[in-house]
């Protein structure tokens, strides 16, 4: 497994941003997938996850209704769209890969992980 997550940036309070997660060795369609954040100075939190197949998804509660996460095995990729941006979502963003076909907000859940992209979200 090797990820390459992108789309990061800059954007103004309510703005939009897409990440992109693309697995290059092209291993991880049979594994959950997930997205975690880190703000400097604190502990890596859960942000989504999605299953195998894509039919099961977790969200943690402050983001709920504002980010949709979703992959395209075809592509080897996993997005994530982030709707209504707030200051507090700005945190380095990180893709990982499960252990097994479902998982949730635990790391330990997590074997692979990118190198992260940085969202920035002005007010």
């Known amino acids: 497994v090797q990820l390459q997550a992108s789309g990061g940036g800059l954007v103004q309070v309510g703005g939009s941003l897409r990440l992109s997660c693309t697995d290059s060795?092209?291993?991880?369609?049979?594994?959950?997938l997930g997205w975690f954040r880190r703000v400097p100075g604190k502990e890596r939190e859960f942000v989504a996850s999605?299953?195998?197949?894509?039919?099961?998804?977790n969200y943690a509660d402050s983001v709920k209704g504002r980010f949709t996460i979703s992959r395209d095995n075809a592509k080897n990729t996993m997005y994530l769209q982030m709707n209504s941006l707030k200051p507090e979502d700005t945190a380095v963003y990180y893709c990982?890969?499960?252990?097994?076909?479902?998982?949730?907000?635990?790391?330990?859940?997590?074997?692979?992980w990118g190198q992260g992209t940085l969202v920035t979200v002005s007010s």
């Open positions: 060795r092209r291993t991880s369609s049979n594994n959950a």
């Open positions: 999605i299953s195998w197949r894509g039919g099961t998804t």
């Open positions: 990982a890969v499960a252990r097994s076909s479902f998982a949730g907000s635990r790391q330990e859940s997590y074997a692979y």
